[in-house]
Every structure is written in structure tokens, then in C-alpha cells.
């Protein structure tokens, strides 16, 4: 069975533009969520999405932003970049989302604002 | 902020020696799950256990859990230099949404 699959891997975008970053599931898993990594405030949960429905957010702007598609994909979208966007940024997934699934991660994408 | 934290924040072995990590969180859980992440990459699920279960296992992978201390213990046995990564625990109560702590990293010496 594939894995959680991001797309891009990698990528560099300048101040104040926008990025879409994408994330396919294990097949038949219908949650996911993302995170954020950076190195000063290590791995925070940005959103989750089940069945195309944001279920739970974090503590972010709106900037960021995100949802999911009828075969479960999600993307997520960062407007107006700022360099404290930069980060890896992961997906993760789990058949419901529900207590006591495992979250399965994928490898995330690098995003580097200049 | 986090939910969890992990200690030692570094911990440096030789290759064949066990290596223990702690992580203390701060709310009621229903389950706590350990991570690893080697450098620059994605986190690879290691174990997940239920708050009613007090110790696990997989493999050189012994993981514990005190809740009534809310903290939990993850023993890597026989430690290997491919073992070298950062570790991390998450406390979830569904949804994914997961909590997680700053992370140790390990160090094995070859």
C-alpha cells in the first residue's frame, strides 16, 4: 500500500505570494491533517479534514487555509507568504481520524520564503 | 503550545547500548504515539499506545505509559547507528490532532 504522498518536495517562493500544497492519503484512509515544523516552534497541527469538512483547527491566520477533495486528497494553500512561513509542512492521514488510529505521515514539503 | 515534552533533549550512545527517552504531557489523553524523524525527512510511525495500556512492544521498541504521571517512556534496545534520528512523542484525543513534544535527539556512535 503507498504511503502519504506530498507534493511538491521542494520549493521557494518570495513574500506576499501564494503556494498550493498537495497531499494524497493512504488509499482508503478518509482523514487528514497537516502540520507545521519549523525549527523555532517545532510541529503544531494546522487542520483536519474528513469527508471533504474541516473538523478541527489550529492556531493559525487565516492565510492558511485548506480542504479536501471527494477521493479524500487535500491540498493546502498559504496566501500572502511571509518568511516565518517557511517550513516543512506535513501531511498526515488515518482511516477516521478517531481515537486510537494510528496517523500515518508523508515526507513532507519544504517551503522556503526569500 | 505544546502539549508534550520530551527528555533529554539530546542523548549521544554507542552503538549497542539501550537508549530511554522520556516525554511528560499535560492533559487527560486517549492515546500518546512515538515518532521518528531522521533529518530533513517525514515522521515514521513507531508505536501507538491507549491510555489503558501500560507498557508495549515492537520489535527493540519497548514503549511505557504512567498516566495516573501523565508521562511515557520509549526503550530502544541494542541501538543501532541507523537508530540516529529525532524522537518524538504525540498525545491525541482523535481527530488528528496531534499534540507533540520538542523532540529527542539520538545519537548513536558506530
Known amino acids: 500500500k503507498a504511503g502519504v504522498t506530498q507534493t511538491p518536495r521542494y520549493l521557494i517562493k518570495t513574500r506576499g505570494q501564494q503556494v498550493t500544497l498537495s497531499c494524497s492519503p493512504i488509499?482508503?484512509?478518509?482523514?487528514v491533517s497537516w502540520y507545521q515544523q519549523t525549527p523555532g516552534q517545532g510541529l503544531q497541527f494546522l487542520f483536519e479534514y474528513f469527508s471533504e469538512t474541516q473538523r478541527n483547527k489550529g492556531n493559525f491566520p487565516g492565510r492558511f487555509s485548506g480542504r479536501q477533495f471527494s477521493n479524500s486528497r487535500s491540498e493546502m494553500n498559504v496566501s500572502t507568504l511571509e518568511l516565518g512561513d517557511s517550513a516543512l509542512y506535513l501531511c498526515?492521514?488515518?482511516?477516521?481520524?478517531?481515537?486510537?488510529?494510528?496517523?500515518?505521515f508523508g515526507e513532507g514539503s519544504w517551503l522556503t520564503v526569500v | 503550545s505544546q502539549q508534550g515534552e520530551e527528555d533529554p533533549q539530546a542523548l549521544s550512545i554507542q552503538e549497542g547500548e539501550n537508549a530511554t527517552m522520556n516525554c511528560s504531557y499535560k492533559t487527560s489523553i486517549n492515546n500518546l504515539q512515538w515518532y521518528r524523524q531522521n533529518s530533513g525527512r517525514g515522521l515514521v510511525h513507531l508505536i501507538l499506545i491507549r491510555s489503558n495500556e501500560r507498557e508495549k512492544h515492537s520489535g527493540r521498541l519497548r514503549v511505557t505509559l504512567d498516566t495516573s504521571k501523565k508521562s511515557s517512556s520509549l526503550l530502544i534496545t541494542a541501538s543501532r547507528a541507523a537508530d540516529t534520528a529525532s524522537y518524538f512523542c504525540?498525545?491525541?484525543?482523535?481527530?488528528?490532532?496531534?499534540?507533540f513534544g520538542t523532540g529527542t535527539r539520538l545519537t548513536v556512535i558506530p
Open positions: 488509499s482508503g484512509h478518509r482523514s
Open positions: 504525540a498525545t491525541g484525543t482523535g481527530a488528528n490532532n496531534l499534540f
Open positions: 498526515a492521514s488515518s482511516p477516521t481520524g478517531g481515537m486510537g488510529n494510528t496517523i500515518y
